[in-house]
């Protein structure tokens, strides 16, 4: 049992190195943080929310969601309510389905062990209107109240390559 939990960390930590390696080498990453949830469990009013200071409005920018789940993670798709607030004030309200698995009920993305990782593009080549403050908060929308087996929600910008 001692062996097979050290190995089991042992590849966590690989893991986890591997990425923060992979991610240091990508200069184009302009933002990218990740939102723990207490207990694996995201309740509805835990909202993911990401403050992002933009000073950069002529490049093209890719926007991307990061999922981490367990295994145990009881459905194949996460519903969420989406507010996008702009530094003039305005406020867009949108609604967005991540799938997770795929029809036969294998898991997108990466697994470590009975971790998943999954990164899903939602916007391309985006250019930012205004200089300024923009917050994108992110409330998950499923039936399921706290939604378990969610370990960590990711929001990461990427400037486009030339």
């Known amino acids: 049992m001692t062996i097979m939990l050290k190995n089991k960390t042992v590849l966590y930590a690989g893991i986890l190195a591997l990425a923060l390696v992979t991610s240091a080498c990508n200069k184009n990453i302009t933002y990218s943080s990740y939102h723990t949830f207490e207990n694996n469990e995201w309740f509805a009013k835990d909202k993911a929310v990401f403050e992002v200071d933009v000073t ?61 990782d999954l990164k899903v593009p939602i916007k391309k080549n985006i250019r930012f209107a205004l200089p300024g403050k923009y917050v994108f908060s992110f409330e998950q929308a499923m039936r399921v109240d706290p939604l378990p087996m969610m370990m960590d929600f990711g929001f990461e910008i990427e400037k486009n390559k030339k």
């Open 56 to 116: 950069d409005t002529q490049s093209l920018n890719s926007i991307s969601l990061m999922v981490r789940h367990a295994d145990a993670y009881p459905f194949s798709n996460l519903i969420l309510f989406v507010n996008t607030t702009y530094p003039d004030g305005k406020i867009l309200t949108d609604t967005m389905e991540v799938i997770l698995a795929t029809r036969k009920g294998e898991w997108q993305g990466s697994g470590a062990g009975d971790i998943f």
